[in-house]
């Protein structure tokens, strides 16, 4: 018999009896699992903390962010958390030495995890009014790719060709004590700095933003960057995501037990680019909010018809700024 898999948004189904991932029944009352693991809640001190919901008003605890999970998810869950949590220990080396599937999953975690608390509350809300929740048919179909890819955590998967993925992983000036996270859900976007590096996530688009921005990357390469550099990087990433107007395409198929996800090229049509027009005022107003720690807000990013300012590259030559010369805390 082939391998079925679990599409929750097919018809919808977020239901504290079932498995967040396999879509297994749940009968126990303890089966379900964090979404910020136990080593990260203790060693960055989070518990007690609030995390703000999507809606901007709700406020969970972290340690009480948690997913509906059967064991056989929770156990394979919690073996990849003490992958993680050793190659964190390393620092930069430990993390680019990780194999790129294993950290897609456990980013992969926290950013479904959170859609999905998102979605949930979404649905209470809407019955609350007495309205049908759903939501539509383009993000059911990016959603449910994603989750289906979150499933070879527990199910044999091969990927080919091009990783469903961009992930990018730069030297950072941040020390063991700091764990700088940022997510966005809709866009299924990561970002983290921590412990002497920084990881870029764009979790299912075929590698388009990493190849995008591979000359910046390449010329980054080693050199350990400055937070408000990262924090660029992290921008550019965000509105670059916004801006590809073609969906990444996947052929997939299940012979017995094994899932193939071979990633297919992206037909570009002459009337549209792969990325939409760049518009430098609204990727302004994306850097405050990477930049708002540091006092920057977007009227001193950009002052209009000038580009928005960098501290990544020199606006004249273009070279990497020396993260030497910024003379901003961190």
């Given at each position: 018999m082939s391998l079925q898999l679990f599409n929750?948004?097919?018809?919808?189904?977020?239901?504290?009896?079932?498995?967040?991932?396999?879509?297994?029944?749940?009968?126990?009352?303890?089966?379900?699992?964090t979404i910020f693991p136990e080593w990260v809640i203790n060693n960055y001190n989070y518990r007690g903390k609030s995390f703000t919901m999507m809606d901007n008003v709700t406020q969970v605890k972290y340690e009480d962010l948690k997913l509906p999970c059967s064991t056989i998810a929770r156990e394979a869950f919690l073996q990849l958390d003490l992958e993680i949590e050793?190659?964190?220990?390393?620092?930069?080396t430990g993390i680019k030495s990780l194999d790129e599937q294993r950290l897609f999953l456990w980013m992969g975690k926290f950013v479904y995890g959170i859609l999905y608390l998102d979605l949930l509350l979404e649905?209470?809300?809407?019955?609350?009014q007495n309205k049908k929740f759903d939501i539509s048919p383009v993000?059911?179909?990016?959603?449910g790719l994603f989750h289906l890819m979150l499933q070879s955590l527990v199910h044999p998967f091969e990927f080919r060709g091009t990783p469903p993925w961009s992930i990018s992983i730069v030297r950072l000036k941040y020390s063991k004590d700091i764990f700088n996270f940022r997510d966005s859900t809709v866009n299924l976007l990561f970002s983290l700095g921590v412990n002497g590096f920084g990881i870029i996530a764009s979790l299912q688009?075929?590698?388009a933003v990493k190849e995008h921005y591979k000359e910046l990357l390449d010329k980054i390469g080693t050199t350990v960057l400055h937070p408000i550099q990262f924090e660029e990087l992290c921008a550019k990433f965000l509105y670059s995501n916004y801006l590809l107007q073609y969906p990444p395409?996947?052929?997939i198929e299940i012979e017995d037990s094994l899932v193939s996800v071979v990633s297919?090229?992206?037909?570009?049509?002459?009337?549209?680019?792969?990325?939409?027009?760049?518009?430098?005022?609204?990727?302004?107003?994306?850097l405050s909010g990477y930049w708002e720690v540091w006092g920057l807000t977007k009227n001193n990013i950009i002052n209009f018809?000038?580009?928005?300012?960098?501290?990544?590259?020199?606006?004249?030559?273009?070279?990497?700024?020396?993260?030497?010369?910024?003379?901003?805390?961190?």
């Open positions: 929750p948004f097919s018809d919808l189904i977020f239901n504290d009896k079932i498995c967040f991932l396999t879509g297994e029944e749940l009968r126990g009352e303890n089966e379900f699992i050793e190659a964190f220990s390393k620092g930069y649905r209470k809300k809407m019955e609350k993000l059911k179909k990016r959603f688009d075929s590698g395409k996947y052929k297919k090229p992206i037909d570009i049509l002459d009337h549209r680019p792969l990325f939409g027009k760049w518009d430098e005022n609204m990727f302004a107003q994306v018809p000038n580009s928005p300012i960098s501290f990544l590259e020199n606006e004249r030559t273009y070279e990497l700024i020396s993260p030497d010369t910024i003379e901003l805390p961190f």
